[in-house]
């Protein structure tokens, strides 16, 4: 199997197209087009990954944070990150990071640290907008169902849980074809009436290409009429952090408990207790304060994220018990699903975990 056919399975996990400005996601070293020995799997890259991967023959390596985040002017080894893409460059191993894009859809990062808690009834906590477009086309009514059906397989009609999605308006439309022409119906220099349906979808931006190439393929008219509206609707599946209930309420020195054996952490920084119980929570893996007031906003009676700065846990000022059990431990789980994953599509390929721990926070007990 070629490198580019599991890279093409991780997008469709989590759409480079979802990733924040300023990350840096996607294949950042190596050929795409070399056939894969075996995938390894972190949540960082550093010397010792790619040492562990030439080991275990893996010429993949798949990590959450981008290696490269800023620009690299140079590649002289001066620290860890040349001498890492050097190293990696040298024996062929590939990297490809899948970040923010992971930690926004609901299937992502906070997926794994809501299962973790047992959190039901969850949303994105802050959905993005300008992510969605409205199709809107014109097609005979004996072929209409076949072009609704080419439509939903390309993944137009998808509304939060709900799928092929569509609205149907049928009239008649009216053409007359050119000298030029080869016309499905009508004649040549004759205005034909057709009775039509007008089938409206709402899909991804980012599936906008893959879409509209279906409806060509599908579409029995030579010319195709079609538009595409972005919309201003939020998409509820896309956004930063999540938000869900436990099944009962619990104290606040409960959910500290909860979170110290679940995530087997040593210190959990927070703020003082208020008395209240807690059964709403909303989370982000990784540095998500600044989620802070939607998580206030949502209802929730506590926020759990990481790498929240002294001043930021004055922000909670007493309306939501905050917690900060740092970003390697909020993250950490986001290895086991993108192994999950690949493992499920890629049956007797090597897809191993990573045993190397690269958290670079210690703690002296």
């Known amino acids: 199997m070629k490198t580019e056919e599991i890279l093409k399975l991780l997008e469709s996990l989590a759409p480079p197209a979802l990733q924040e400005g300023y990350d840096n996601c996607g294949l950042l070293a190596g050929d795409a087009k070399a056939l894969c020995t075996g995938i390894l799997v972190s949540l960082d890259v550093t010397e010792e990954v790619v040492n562990e991967a030439v080991r275990k023959e893996c010429n993949l390596i798949v990590c959450h944070h981008p290696i490269i985040f800023k620009g690299l002017k140079k590649l002289t080894g001066s620290n860890y990150i040349e001498r890492t893409i050097i190293s990696a460059i040298k024996n062929h191993v590939a990297i490809y990071a899948i970040h923010t894009n992971l ?58 849980d709900y799928s092929e999605c569509s609205f149907n308006i049928e009239g008649t439309g009216t053409f007359k074809a050119g000298e030029h022409t080869n016309p ?65 309420e619990i104290s606040e020195e409960e959910l500290l408990h909860l979170l110290k054996v679940k995530f087997n952490l040593k210190v959990i920084r927070h703020t003082a207790f208020t008395g209240r119980k807690i059964k709403k929570i909303a989370l982000c893996g990784g540095a998500g304060v600044f989620l802070l007031n939607k998580a206030k906003s949502a209802g929730a009676q506590a926020f759990i994220t990481g790498d929240v700065k002294y001043h930021e846990f004055f922000d909670a000022d007493k309306e939501i018990f905050l917690a900060d059990i740092g970003h390697f431990e909020s993250e950490q789980f986001t290895i086991e699903l993108l192994v999950e994953f690949l493992q499920e599509k890629l049956h007797n390929f090597a897809v191993l975990k990573s045993e190397t721990n690269t958290n670079a926070i210690n703690y002296y007990t």
């Open 103 to 160: 930690d926004n859809v609901l299937h992502g990062v906070n997926k794994k640290i809501a299962d973790h808690l047992g959190l039901r009834n969850r949303q994105v906590l802050s959905p993005k907008t300008n992510m969605l477009s409205k199709l809107t086309t014109f097609v005979p009514v004996k072929n209409a169902e076949e072009v609704r059906s080419a439509l939903f397989k390309a993944g137009a009609g998808e509304i939060s």
């Open 184 to 248: 499905h119906v009508g004649e040549i220099g004759e205005r034909h009436f057709e009775k039509e349906v007008r089938i409206e979808v709402i899909l991804p931006v980012y599936r906008e290409k893959q879409v509209v190439s279906k409806l060509m393929e599908a579409h029995p008219y030579e010319e195709v009429a079609y538009y595409l509206q972005p919309l201003l609707n939020e998409d509820t599946r896309t956004g930063s952090g999540l938000r869900g209930e436990l099944t009962e």
